[in-house]
């Protein structure tokens, strides 16, 4: 709501960081004003070139207990003055404006009760970036070094860093303060964290350590934190908004237009607070389906600490977000029989995205005489994953190994780098395109050039209907590859031959997080290895926890063997050191977005399909190989 309805544009008033001198002039001395904390940052930093350190302590963590203050005192009078004055739909319009104008004016005395004239604590958006990425913290880490107090230095450090891990300075400077006398383990915390993240984080932590009971109060403490974020976030929504592209003194609306202007600007603000809370800090995406993985991690720690019905209770409360989900409904199923009885979900008061976790459940058809499944997820000790033989014959695996051998070139598929995750092995690939063309060019055999492409082509129908997807599976990319073992470089090796990553996010084992950005793969959604052989040492793939070092399954090559999953940070991965001979696969990433259809696919598919009809095979094929992830 508004503070001062003639205010609503939030421009009205110029923004000013005042200065000290002058401001020191005109504040009153009441106890019941707060200190601005645009002044206060202005002080420090200004004792910050001064070389006046104690200064700057004292003005910096002055602006940082303002903030807070003027934040927390406008979510409380907010939330009070709605209470007092709730907008009833039942309103005429006169009773409706009435409401409106005296939650206006009850939010104005409350909040100038507590912090004084609120034209003091408007400060420019240049200000409120920097508290927004935690920069008050790089001046106080600095400060707090030349008064050498390293233990508040360290905490003053570590609280930036969480928002800008991409600072390297401040990460070596983290790491010197580890090793300085009197900074223990304890004074690295975050002074920002939010506590309902906190506290998930840490519920995940003991989750994946098994230690279920522990993990279930803290998702539940994660829970109720989260709820009074949601709630805070909304009131802080309810102020005066920016008219964006509007100048105010010429805006010629009628009153309704204008308070429906207002008040979409307040829905779009509480909308964004299921994205805000989702979102790490330094981080530009929110962590996927959030709010919803709470219950989920918690149906499934609820049922290995053989509390069944709690565990139903939450995986109804899942189906409240993704309603129809099969995995979570076989789950409810499998709890009501277990019980006997059914429950109700918990009340929830929000809406977020979307993902999956633990499941128990049995995959569709294999559609291939002799394919045969190995593991499940279950025994894989995940979700969406499965382990398949006999995809491919001895004579299969012979012949594309041959082909392998002919058509493959290093670093093809890798940027040009012969060896782009370890300098230990040497790694050659081909595409299926580039095949084709070899074919034509009589340079390979064309009937297995084919065999290549009909191989990726099984392989996607298997995928498409063992997880039994609801659309067509679309290849994203698909690789030919063999990884050699470098002769002389094999002793005393300690790194992979592929580091643990997924395959359309950022792994970070840190946050215990996968974010969804950039240089990521992000529409992958599917993938699968075909090994083709098993005359070398090493090279297992391996799936892990989060942290990329628990290992979970691990899976070693053979001829026709075949691993699927889906490409999201439930499933991180990698494979072990190459340590003797050579290990060949053909590597297929999927996506079930046809707009990011791998386009040397689409022009193979032309290219066999005028096979088929004899059409002449037009010359100079266009190759343009992918990087793989």
Request: a negative charge; hydrophobic letters at 35%.
């Amino acid at each position: 709501m508004w503070e001062k309805l003639w205010r609503m544009d939030g421009n009205l008033f110029p923004t000013l960081i005042f200065l000290p001198v002058l401001l020191s002039a005109v504040l009153p001395s009441s106890a019941g004003v707060l200190e601005p904390y645009d002044l206060l940052y202005d002080n420090a930093v200004e004792a910050f070139y001064s070389a006046d350190y104690e200064s700057v302590v004292r003005y910096m963590e002055g602006a940082l207990s303002s903030h807070r203050q003027v934040r927390a005192t406008r979510v409380r009078c907010r939330l009070r003055c709605q209470d007092q004055h709730p907008l009833d739909e039942s309103f005429s319009d006169l009773r409706f404006f009435d409401s409106v104008l005296r939650r206006a004016a009850c939010m104005n005395k409350c909040i100038e009760e507590k912090v004084g004239t609120q034209s003091l604590h408007k400060v420019s958006e240049d200000v409120v970036q920097d508290f927004n990425r935690r920069i008050p913290y790089n001046y106080l880490q600095q400060a707090y070094q030349k008064l050498q107090r390293p233990d508040k230095a360290a905490e003053a450090a570590h609280t930036y860093f969480q928002a800008n891990p991409e600072h390297v300075e401040m990460g070596r400077d983290l790491e010197q303060y580890k090793n300085l006398q009197g900074v223990e383990e304890t004074h690295f915390v975050d002074r920002e964290a939010r506590p309902h993240q906190r506290s998930f984080t840490a519920a995940v932590q003991l989750y994946d350590k098994g230690d279920y009971e522990g993990a279930t109060a803290l998702f539940e403490e994660a829970l109720v934190e989260y709820y009074k974020a949601d709630v805070d976030c909304r009131a802080l929504c309810q102020g005066p908004q920016k008219f964006e592209g509007q100048d105010h003194l010429r805006y010629r609306y009628s009153l309704h237009e204008v308070v429906s202007d207002h008040f979409t600007q307040v829905l779009h603000c509480e909308h964004e607070c299921v994205r805000d809370l989702a979102t790490r800090p330094g981080r530009l995406s929110p962590m996927e389906n959030y709010l919803p993985l709470h219950y989920d991690y918690l149906q499934f720690a609820y049922f290995k600490a053989g509390r069944l019905e709690e565990a139903l209770q939450c995986a109804l409360t899942y189906l409240l977000f993704h309603e129809g989900e099969e995995f979570m409904k076989e789950n409810a199923d499998y709890y009501r029989e277990e019980l006997g009885h059914d429950a109700e979900p918990r009340e929830v008061r929000n809406n977020s995205l979307h993902s999956s976790h633990a499941v128990i459940w049995a995959g569709g058809p294999l559609l291939y005489e002799g394919v045969q499944l190995v593991q499940n997820s279950a025994a894989l000790n995940g979700t969406q994953r499965v382990l398949l033989d006999h995809v491919l014959s001895e004579e299969e695996c012979a012949e594309l190994r041959q082909l392998a051998h002919t058509v493959t070139m290093a670093g093809d598929g890798y940027k040009g780098r012969m060896s782009p995750h370890t300098p230990n092995e040497k790694f050659e690939g081909a595409s299926v395109l580039k095949t084709l063309q070899h074919g034509f060019e009589g340079r390979v055999p064309m009937r297995s050039a084919r065999l290549f492409y009909e191989t990726s082509e099984r392989a996607r129908r298997i995928i498409e209907s063992y997880f039994v997807l609801n659309s067509t599976l679309h290849f994203s990319y698909t690789h030919l590859v063999c990884r050699t073992a470098i002769k002389g470089q094999q002793d005393h090796r300690n790194d992979l031959s592929h580091p643990i990553h997924a395959d359309n996010c950022l792994l970070d084992p840190d946050a215990n997080e996968c974010w969804k950005e950039p240089p990521a793969y992000t529409n992958r959604d599917y993938s699968a290895l075909l090994y083709l052989n098993a005359d070398f040492e090493g090279g297992e793939f391996v799936f892990t926890e989060m942290d990329a070092k628990t290992v979970t399954a691990s899976v070693k090559p053979k001829c026709g063997r075949m691993v699927g999953f889906s490409s999201g940070g439930e499933n991180p991965h990698g494979v072990k050191a190459v340590t003797s001979g050579q290990r060949c696969a053909v590597a297929l990433w999927f996506t079930l977005n046809p707009l990011y259809r791998e386009l040397e696919r689409l022009q193979a598919d032309e290219v066999v399909q005028a096979l088929d009809t004899q059409h002449v095979f037009g010359q100079g094929l266009n190759i343009n190989p992918k990087d793989e992830l």
